[in-house]
């Protein structure tokens, strides 16, 4: 459906209803994020982070964690401390510096992702079917070329 017909409101300018279709669609797609995930106890910040742990295969610091984030960097001390609370990491202090720990995960923690990102793969497999290959290929360039735009906003 058109997102006129989603919001129930005529947008005149193609460029403007262009980043309204990205943020709608985002927070369409968040919403069900939310839901899947809150089915395995986990955020996605939360397992993002134990993605990007693994797909490391090594254990990484906290700044390194946040460089390699897709949302919000701000909040990695409390990511941590929540998934070492649920036994998913843990934290080792780096010998000569008591300021940075190394972060890896758990036996736990690996049986999580082992649970989450097959269902979570197979979730954007079958629902991104409508979309092909080369669609996906220039839809990626087409988020890059816009998120590039934008980087000259003061703040960001």
Known sequence: ??????????????????????????????KISRSFFSSFDIT???????V??????RKLTQVEIS????SSRANITSLIDKLQKKNYV???AVVGDRRVHQIELTAQGIKKLEAVEPQYIKIIEQNMKRVSLEESRSL???????RESFKSIEGV
């Open 1 to 30: 459906m058109s997102l006129d017909k989603e919001i129930k409101q005529k947008i005149d300018s193609a460029r403007h209803e262009a980043v309204l279709n990205i943020v709608y669609t985002a927070n369409f797609l968040d």
């Open 44 to 50: 996605e910040a939360q397992y993002n982070v134990m």
């Open 52 to 57: 990007i742990i693994k797909l490391e295969k």
């Open 67 to 70: 460089e390699r984030m897709v």
């Open 90 to 92: 843990r934290r080792l």
């Open 140 to 146: 990626n360039r087409l988020l890059e070329k816009i």
